[in-house]
């Protein structure tokens, strides 16, 4: 069954520092996305980063960096030099790629992260 | 400037009673995404649909109904059927259903509690 893991439900990190939030995921489809989304407190979802399975490199987006291990079945996201507007939750989805799939995104249950001044 | 926008923000049901969420999008995307979100968790789909007049059940479609007259527009229902529906619900679209790397957006979100 197709699904993601988010393990840390909540992170702290001091401002400036970098921060690793980890996800796994498991599926037996060789075509998918991880897609990485930041909820403020107000609850809107933000895209951050996309990874597709058939990427060769890590793909980056300013601050962000996914950290892909497809053996590992990880896709961490790194995000460096933190900011107190950083605080947030971050959520890790996967949609599969197979045609009758419609896109649909699986998502973690969620980490917290909370930036100290 | 394009987005998706869902209303109301806050909505109150009673009993035995049908409420209908509204979102509406200007990006010209074909797919459209219901998604519930409990307190502390992730978010489940509810339904969605690839193009005009279809739409497909999600993992949670239980006591929901949509649908899709036009591309721009995809409310959804929540009815007497759905017994605990106090959650916070998230519209999205997206530019290629049938893809895997079209990211999502997403709308603001409706809170509904139950009276």
């Known amino acids: 069954a197709q699904k993601i893991t988010q393990t840390q439900p909540g992170m702290f990190v001091q401002e400036k520092e970098a921060v690793t939030l980890d996800c796994t995921y498991d599926?037996?489809?060789?075509?998918?996305?991880l897609f990485w989304y930041k909820q403020p407190s107000s609850g809107e979802m933000i895209f951050l980063i996309y990874?597709?399975?058939?990427?060769?490199q890590n793909a980056t987006e300013g601050r962000y960096s996914l950290n892909f291990q497809k053996a590992r079945k990880s896709a961490n996201l790194v995000i460096s030099a933190s900011q107190l507007g950083d605080s947030a939750m971050y959520f890790c989805?996967?949609?599969?790629?197979?045609?009758?799939?419609?896109?649909?995104?699986?998502f973690g249950q969620g980490t917290e992260l909370s930036v100290k001044p | 400037d394009g987005g998706i926008t869902q209303s109301p923000k806050y909505l109150f049901r009673k009993e035995g009673q049908n409420v209908t969420l509204s979102c509406e999008q200007n990006?010209?995307?074909?797919?459209m995404y219901w998604y519930r979100q409990d307190p502390g968790q992730g978010l489940r789909l509810i339904y969605y649909?690839?193009?005009?007049?279809?739409?497909q059940k999600g993992d949670i479609a239980e006591g929901y109904s949509v649908s899709r007259e036009k591309k721009e527009s995809f409310p959804l229902t929540v009815t007497s059927a759905q017994k605990n529906p106090t959650a916070f619900y998230l519209c999205?679209?997206?530019?290629?259903?049938?893809?895997?790397?079209?990211?999502?957006?997403f709308g603001d979100g409706t809170r509904l509690s139950i009276l």
């Open positions: 649909s690839q193009i005009v007049n279809d739409f």
């Open positions: 989805a996967m949609s599969l790629g197979v045609y009758n799939q419609g896109g649909k995104l699986i």
């Open positions: 990006l010209n995307h074909d797919a």
């Open positions: 999205a679209s997206s530019n290629d259903g049938v893809g895997s790397n079209q990211p999502q957006h």
């Open positions: 599926t037996s489809d060789p075509s998918y996305g």
């Open positions: 990874q597709g399975s058939y990427d060769q």
